[in-house]
């Protein structure tokens, strides 16, 4: 990767100010956070060549993002978010994309800039004259995680009884049979077996693992099940719902007991510090959501991922409503919310894709948002893969897009449908909306100058960055 070297810099005469922006991307699996972050650091490294790579991004446009370079050595123990790697994936013959997130990993760029209102504008000597460094600490951890701040003000009877609703509902119900049949023969009042409680707990995981691949749902607790990261004792995991009577008490040294013991000890070292790492150390967070992918999935789907949605807007609601902030007294300042591979849909779906994710998370979008506003919502795509076009469809004019699909040879005219702005209405789901394909994505150079092709990345990183590039 070709960077552009502090030490090429002329020397610095006045600096304005050195700080460090804690940025935290999420988002369930395959929402798109791998994809955020390979396109993020590469493309602002590519801004100081490119400053039309972003456009929108103020301090770019303004030739203002004097050096860039990803630092070498994280911070905390966290593991490196593997940018050679990922970029690699995406500049191979033919390109692909790189693995998911699956634990918690960091990328570290430092930037140096010309504060805006200093004399010297695109003048490079004046320009260095007056100059500050900022590292942006970007922190990737699956969404699945805040998935269970719910859990620290649960008991395990309370937390149970919530599953059993949702397990009895829609396409849960078939898929738990396995499960089921095996509580069935070891009830929860019976020995503390832990055998019975391993047995038990694979066969729970096995059922929401089969909710996220068969039935496309994401309210699937507790989060770690399915992405569980890097943890010193996996015994700590080896627990499941049982069916519990309402008012009932769990009996001492039964099944129900060794259970609700594993579920506090999980809360007690998994959970908690977490959000208290999460609370200590972010200022700013991304979540990205892969709305297209429940559209398309149907009402079910759908309606859960709002379930999803709420537990994570409750983690990050500003004022008392926010758990994080009443909890763990959390400091991050600003929220955006981003419905991600906008490139599946043509340039019109994409505003009404942007206002779909407003309404869902009750923030303006980023182009009504009010100057201050620190909750917003847009549409993007962090590797864009398509072009858009037109095409005559039964005689109607109609937007689609055009790309390569994974492992295909030519490339193909999408028509997705329309993207509704709210969230549809019962007889919306009549018709399924279009299966959309894996597209392609572009092959990059290793080098920099480039940069990636995307949509509103840029306006994302103006909302996220502004101010600490001001
Ligand atoms: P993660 O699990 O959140 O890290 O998700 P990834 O970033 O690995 O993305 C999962 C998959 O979504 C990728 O392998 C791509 O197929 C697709 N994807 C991610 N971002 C984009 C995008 O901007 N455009 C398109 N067309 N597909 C994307």
């Given at each position: 990767?070709?960077l552009?070297?502090?030490?090429?810099?002329?020397?610095?005469?006045?600096?304005?100010?050195?700080?460090?922006?804690?940025?935290?991307?999420?988002?369930?699996?395959?929402?798109?956070?791998?994809?955020f972050?390979?396109?993020?650091?590469?493309?602002?490294?590519s801004?100081?060549?490119?400053?039309?790579?972003?456009?929108?991004?103020r301090?770019?446009a303004?030739?203002?993002?004097?050096?860039?370079?990803?630092?070498p050595?994280?911070?905390?123990?966290?593991?490196?978010?593997?940018?050679?790697k990922?970029?690699?994936?995406?500049?191979?013959?033919?390109?692909?994309w790189?693995?998911?997130?699956?634990d918690?990993r960091?990328?570290?760029?430092?930037?140096?800039?010309?504060?805006?209102?200093?004399?010297?504008?695109?003048?490079?000597?004046?320009?260095?004259?007056?100059?500050?460094?900022?590292?942006?600490?970007?922190?990737?951890?699956p969404?699945?995680w805040?998935?269970?701040?719910?859990?620290?003000?649960?008991?395990?009877?309370?937390?149970?009884?919530?599953?059993f609703d949702?397990?009895?509902?829609?396409?849960r119900?078939?898929?738990?049979?396995?499960?089921?049949?095996?509580?069935?023969?070891?009830?929860?009042?019976?020995?503390?077996?832990?055998?019975?409680?391993?047995?038990?707990?694979?066969?729970?995981?096995?059922?929401?693992?089969?909710?996220?691949?068969?039935?496309?749902?994401?309210?699937?607790?507790?989060?770690?099940?399915?992405?569980?990261?890097?943890?010193?004792?996996?015994?700590?995991?080896?627990?499941?719902?049982?069916?519990l009577?309402?008012?009932?008490?769990?009996?001492?040294?039964?099944?129900?007991?060794?259970?609700?013991?594993?579920?506090?000890?999980?809360?007690?070292?998994?959970?908690?510090?977490f959000?208290?790492?999460?609370?200590?150390?972010?200022?700013?967070?991304?979540?990205?959501?892969?709305v297209?992918?429940?559209?398309?999935?149907?009402?079910?789907?759908f309606?859960?991922?709002?379930?999803?949605?709420?537990?994570?807007?409750?983690?990050?609601?500003?004022?008392?409503?926010?758990?994080?902030?009443?909890?763990?007294?959390?400091?991050?300042?600003?929220?955006?919310?981003?419905?991600?591979?906008?490139?599946?849909?043509?340039?019109?779906?994409?505003?009404?894709?942007?206002?779909?994710?407003?309404?869902?998370?009750?923030?303006?979008?980023?182009?009504?948002?009010?100057?201050?506003?620190?909750?917003?919502?847009t549409?993007?795509?962090?590797?864009?893969?398509?072009?858009?076009d037109?095409?005559?469809?039964?005689?109607?004019?109609?937007?689609?897009?055009?790309?390569?699909p994974?492992?295909?040879?030519?490339?193909?005219?999408f028509?997705p449908?329309?993207?509704?702005?709210?969230?549809?209405?019962?007889?919306?789901?009549?018709?399924r909306?279009?299966?959309?394909?894996?597209?392609?994505?572009?092959?990059?150079?290793?080098?920099?100058?480039?940069?990636?092709?995307?949509?509103?990345?840029?306006?994302?990183?103006?909302?996220?960055?502004?101010?600490?590039?001001a």
């Amino acid at each position: 990767m070709r960077l552009l070297r502090y030490d090429k810099l002329p020397t610095l005469t006045g600096l304005v100010h050195d700080s460090t922006l804690r940025l935290a991307v999420t988002g369930l699996s395959h929402s798109g956070k791998t994809a955020f972050i390979t396109s993020l650091v590469h493309n602002l490294i590519s801004a100081i060549q490119r400053p039309a790579r972003l456009p929108f991004l103020r301090a770019a446009a303004e030739g203002r993002i004097l050096a860039a370079r990803v630092l070498p050595l994280g911070k905390d123990a966290i593991p490196l978010f593997p940018m050679q790697k990922t970029v690699s994936a995406l500049s191979g013959d033919p390109p692909h994309w790189p693995p998911s997130t699956t634990d918690l990993r960091q990328a570290r760029l430092s930037l140096r800039f010309s504060p805006r209102g200093f004399l010297g504008g695109r003048n490079p000597i004046w320009r260095t004259a007056s100059t500050a460094d900022v590292t942006v600490e970007i922190l990737d951890y699956p969404g699945e995680w805040l998935l269970d701040l719910p859990l620290l003000c649960q008991s395990y009877e309370q937390w149970s009884r919530a599953m059993f609703d949702l397990v009895r509902r829609g396409g849960r119900a078939p898929l738990a049979c396995d499960w089921l049949d095996f509580l069935a023969r070891h009830p929860a009042d019976g020995a503390d077996d832990p055998e019975a409680a391993f047995l038990a707990h694979n066969l729970y995981r096995t059922f929401l693992a089969a909710c996220r691949t068969s039935e496309q749902l994401s309210l699937l607790q507790p989060g770690r099940f399915l992405s569980p990261g890097q943890m010193a004792d996996p015994s700590m995991l080896w627990f499941c719902p049982l069916p519990l009577s309402i008012g009932g008490q769990v009996r001492p040294r039964s099944l129900a007991a060794l259970m609700a013991a594993r579920f506090e000890t999980y809360k007690r070292d998994l959970v908690q510090p977490f959000f208290l790492q999460l609370a200590r150390d972010v200022d700013r967070q991304i979540v990205l959501v892969d709305v297209l992918r429940a559209l398309n999935a149907g009402e079910e789907a759908f309606a859960d991922q709002r379930l999803a949605l709420d537990i994570i807007l409750g983690a990050f609601r500003f004022g008392r409503r926010s758990l994080l902030r009443r909890l763990f007294g959390a400091r991050i300042d600003r929220v955006l919310f981003a419905a991600t591979k906008a490139d599946h849909v043509p340039a019109l779906q994409r505003d009404h894709l942007e206002a779909l994710m407003a309404d869902l998370v009750e923030a303006p979008s980023l182009r009504a948002k009010a100057a201050h506003a620190r909750t917003a919502a847009t549409s993007l795509a962090s590797i864009r893969c398509t072009e858009d076009d037109t095409d005559i469809i039964e005689g109607r004019k109609l937007d689609v897009v055009v790309g390569l699909p994974e492992g295909g040879e030519k490339r193909i005219r999408f028509f997705p449908g329309i993207v509704p702005v709210r969230p549809p209405p019962p007889g919306f789901w009549g018709e399924r909306f279009t299966e959309f394909p894996v597209f392609q994505p572009p092959r990059i150079t290793r080098a920099t100058e480039e940069g990636i092709p995307h949509i509103n990345l840029d306006k994302a990183l103006n909302f996220l960055l502004e101010d600490t590039l001001a």
